[in-house]
C-alpha cells in the first residue's frame, strides 16, 4: 500500500469490518500487514524527492495514522511498515520477518493483508499481489483464535457471484482447504 491510498473509501469498508470482527471476538490486536511502497513522483523519468513535502502540504496521508482509529476504538493495532518489493528474495526476506512479528504477539489477534488488489491473478504477479504460498505461510504462523483478514479488490470486468469464486479460489491455491 502507498500512503496516497491511505483513507480512501475502501479503508472505510476494510477498518469498519475489522473493528467490528475485534469487538465481536473479543480481539484487541490488530496487525496490519501493509505491503508499504513509498510514493514516487518521477519527472522525465526521474524520481525527485518531493513526494513527503508536497503531500504533507496537500493532505497529509500517512498509513502509520490508523493508530489514532486503534486509541479511539480501544485496539493495538500495529502495523508492518517495512517496505515491499517485488523480487524474489525480497519477497521471501520480507515475509520471514512478517512471520517472526506475527509469532511474537502471544494474545489473540487479526492479522490484516492489505495488499492493493489482492491474491496473484493467474496473468502473474505485481508488487500489488500477494502469492498464494505467501499467504499460506503467513496462516501457518497464526495460532488457534487468530483471524486472518485479507483484502481482495474486485477485479476488472467481474461477473456477478465474484466473491465466492474468489473465496474458492484463495482457499484452494493457498492450500487452506476445509476453512469455511
Not at 72 to 91: G, S, T, W, Y
Not at 107 to 136: I, Q, R, W
Not at 145 to 154: E, P, S
Request: charged share 40%.
Amino acid at each position: 500500500m502507498k500512503d496516497k491510498f491511505y483513507a480512501d473509501n475502501r479503508d472505510i469498508v476494510k477498518w469498519g469490518g475489522i473493528v467490528h470482527l475485534c469487538k465481536v471476538n473479543g480481539i484487541k490486536t490488530v496487525v496490519q500487514v501493509a505491503y508499504y511502497r513509498e510514493d514516487k513522483i518521477s519527472f522525465d523519468d526521474e524520481d525527485i524527492d518531493l513526494r513527503k513535502v508536497v503531500m504533507e502540504h496537500f493532505e497529509r496521508k500517512d498509513i502509520l495514522d490508523i493508530k489514532r482509529l486503534g486509541t479511539r476504538a480501544k485496539l493495538d493495532i500495529q502495523v508492518l511498515k517495512k517496505e515491499f518489493k517485488n523480487k524474489k528474495d525480497d519477497r521471501k526476506e520480507y515475509y520471514d520477518e512478517v512471520c517472526k512479528e506475527i509469532e511474537k504477539i502471544n494474545k489473540k489477534k487479526v492479522v490484516f493483508l492489505d495488499p492493493d488488489k489482492g491474491l496473484e491473478p493467474k496473468s502473474g504477479c505485481t508488487d500489488e499481489h500477494v502469492k498464494p504460498n505467501e499467504v499460506k505461510r503467513i496462516w501457518q504462523s497464526l495460532v488457534q483464535g487468530d483471524i486472518l483478514v485479507f483484502y481482495q479488490c474486485k477485479p476488472r470486468g467481474s461477473k456477478k457471484g465474484w466473491k465466492e469464486d474468489y473465496r474458492c479460489d484463495f482457499f484452494n491455491r493457498c492450500g487452506l482447504k476445509g476453512i469455511r
